[in-house]
């Protein structure tokens, strides 16, 4: 499965030379001496890509799960190892990037960096950094309001507009790699407490600046009309589109339009909605209904599952994503192309990542069983291979 929405291709071989594929297809061979790796009775496909990730939210299983100060203990104990459940978690999944939707900053770039420098093995990492919002908005009003490191380190609070640009500038210069903005004032932890709202003049100059500056710009939104705002101020994503507390579950026509004309891509977190279904039994059928719309519509779908909630975990989320995408209406192709060749565009490297193709990055996953048939078959991973290494290897279990 090359990860192009095409059907898969029987008996193929891929061949790789250092971290590129330089050969594909049943007539592809090498030359000269090569490694093999005997993958018959598998699947192979391309590293997934979750392009909606909090690498340093919390990872357990659990979505009823709440805080206590020895429940902290194991996220220092991660947090000293570099979050290395986090990466393990992401490839043994067979998830090869994640892009963060908002960690601390500069922390998550040194990550990326080390990662990228070959010192710790993880998945790579594209990072917005610091989530902007308004002053009391969220996350810095909300989850994070009690914990004065995370709101400083993770957040930018702006309410001047000539104040975001020169942040933005800032960021980029300290590497980040996009911009994360939220627009809404749903508050999902109390909805009876809307909390600030950025002005749509400050969320159209982050997004112009970010622009400006040669990176995307990511926008969380919760109710169709914050999502059609930030569409037509220029958002190169929508995140989550609907959240609990919601005026309107429904996803409007003129919204569908709008993204498909311009080119937004639809980052739906159908497993944070899925977490959330004891809190807010109604909100994963509404999140699904908005897939189906979007996608009969024609926009562009990228995988994205907002780990680091609790019961959203790193690695473990991306396929119950695929899942949930195929209980929306995709084809598990059609799933699976939104976790690889969409999401590689998404996040502006579809020249490199995303599909297994002469030239691109050698990101493959092989699985047991036929993913074009049944999408829970991605769980079964057995090879996981980065930059044309082998990260995890479980041929010979």
């Known amino acids: 499965m090359d990860g192009t929405g095409v ?5 193929a071989t891929v061949v790789l030379d250092g971290p590129c594929i330089v050969a594909v297809g049943p007539d592809a061979h090498c030359r000269g001496e090569a490694h093999v790796f005997d993958l018959r009775g598998l699947t192979l496909f391309p590293g997934l890509i979750d392009v909606h990730v909090h690498f340093g939210g919390f990872a357990v299983d659990d979505p009823e799960w709440t ?6 203990l194991p996220f220092f104990w991660d947090y000293a190892r570099d979050f290395r459940k986090r990466r393990t978690l992401a490839l043994q999944n067979g998830v090869t990037t994640v892009r963060s939707a908002g960690d601390n900053f500069p922390q998550i770039v040194e990550l990326r960096d080390r990662i990228n420098a070959g010192r710790v093995m993880g998945p790579r990492i594209i990072s917005a950094g610091p989530i902007f919002t308004a002053p009391g908005g969220h996350p810095a009003g909300t989850i994070y309001k009690s914990n004065r490191y995370v709101v400083q380190h993770a957040t930018r609070q702006v309410d001047v507009a000539s104040d975001a640009r020169a942040e933005v500038r800032r960021l980029v210069g300290g590497g980040v790699d996009l911009i994360k903005a939220v627009y809404g004032d749903v508050n999902p932890f109390d909805l009876g407490r809307p909390v600030p709202k950025l002005d749509l003049p400050i969320l159209r100059a982050l997004i112009e600046e970010a622009h400006q500056q040669g990176v995307r710009c990511m926008v969380h939104v919760g109710t169709s009309g914050d999502a059609l705002d930030a569409t037509r101020a220029g958002a190169d994503s929508i995140e989550h589109g609907i959240l609990p507390g919601s005026p309107s579950a429904k996803c409007p026509p003129e919204l569908v339009t709008a993204m498909r004309d311009r080119g937004t891509y639809f ?26 719309e979007m996608h009969q519509g024609g926009v562009r779908i990228a995988l994205g599952t907002d780990a680091g909630a609790p019961g959203v975990v790193v690695g473990k989320a991306a396929h119950v994503e695929l899942s949930l995408l195929v209980r929306s209406g995709l084809s598990p192709l059609e799933a699976i192309t939104a976790a690889t060749r969409n999401a590689a565009g998404l996040i502006g490297r579809a020249t490199d990542l995303g599909t297994i193709e002469v030239g691109k990055l050698a990101d493959l996953v092989a699985v047991e069983g036929d993913p074009s048939a049944d999408v829970d078959a991605t769980k079964r991973v057995r090879l996981v291979i980065k930059d044309g290494v082998a990260a995890v290897n479980r041929l010979s279990q």
């Open 7 to 11: 059907a898969p291709v029987d008996d």
């Open 67 to 72: 805080f206590t100060y020895w429940s902290i």
């Open 267 to 292: 980052v739906p977190t159908l497993t944070a909605a899925w977490a959330m279904k004891r809190t807010y039994p109604d909100a994963l059928a509404h999140a699904m209904s908005w897939v189906r």
